[in-house]
T-cell receptor, first 115, second 111 residues
Framework: SAVISQKPSRDICQRGTSLTIQCQVD?????MFWYRQQPGQSLTLIAT?????????ESGFVIDKFPISRPNLTFSTLTVSNMSPEDSSIYLC????????????FGSGTRLTVV | AQSVTQLDSHVSVSEGTPVLLRCNYS??????LFWYVQHPNKGLQLLLK??????LVKGINGFEAEFKKSETSFHLTKPSAHMSDAAEYFC?????????FGAGTTVTVRA
């Protein structure tokens, strides 16, 4: 399975600022996914990022708030913009490699606290 | 459309006794199903997956799950719980490439 390096692992940010989270994969993947896990909650898909095209956002998430870049097949960033305390969550990236048994690999997550 | 319902938000077992985590799914097409575990302050780890092969799926650390289409269930079991099994468990369904997570089941293991 793929190995994902996600950073930062955690950060404490002031409200109104932005944070960019990076995910680096050790193999080329077509689709990368970004999830949010609010405190004590399950994971919710934010968007799907394909290389060379704009990300596809799920209901309730917009590009202005969560801009995503996907410059190549091994890298993606998610920015949390104009942060408020409600954005305090764990953010995770994920990939799947077709033909590799159908499993999904997750990054270790970024624990964001907005104060 | 797809969704997952984990029937128990908390499960408490004694060490050495069986563990049962219940999951029901809804999917318009033949789904793929997964169980993931999340230990405190750790990332998500895949326990096992069902992708239309054998209905009884064996995973890591002694866990297994059975896919029952007639009951739309994918319950996770382990015959003997260990203290290290204390964690959050997520049942996950997909029929395309988007994952839908259940709300999670917190497992506590009593010594």
């Amino acid at each position: 399975s793929a190995v994902i390096s996600q950073k930062p692992s955690r950060d404490i940010c002031q409200r109104g600022t932005s944070l960019t989270i990076q995910c680096q994969v050790d193999s080329q993947v077509t689709m990368m996914f970004w999830y949010r896990q609010q405190p004590g909650q399950s994971l919710t898909l934010i968007a799907t990022a394909n290389q060379g095209s704009e990300a596809t956002y799920e209901s309730g998430f917009v590009i202005d708030k969560f801009p995503i870049s996907r410059p190549n097949l091994t890298f993606s960033t998610l920015t949390v913009s104009n942060m408020s305390p409600e954005d305090s969550s764990i953010y995770l990236c994920s990939v799947t490699i077709p033909g590799k048994g159908g499993g999904y690999t997750f990054g270790s997550g970024t624990r964001l606290t907005v104060v | 459309a797809q969704s997952v319902t984990q029937l128990d938000s908390h499960v408490s077992v004694s060490e050495g006794t069986p563990v049962l985590l219940r999951c029901n799914y809804s999917s318009s097409y033949s789904p793929s199903l997964f169980w993931y575990v999340q230990h405190p302050n750790k990332g998500l780890q895949l326990l096992l997956k069902y992708t239309s092969a054998a209905t009884l799926v064996k995973g890591i650390n002694g866990f297994e799950a059975e896919f029952k289409k007639s009951e739309t269930s994918f319950h996770l079991t382990k015959p003997s719980a260990h203290m290290s099994d204390a964690a959050e468990y997520f049942c996950v369904v997909t029929n395309d490439y988007k994952l839908s997570f259940g709300a999670g089941t917190t497992v506590t293991v009593r010594a």
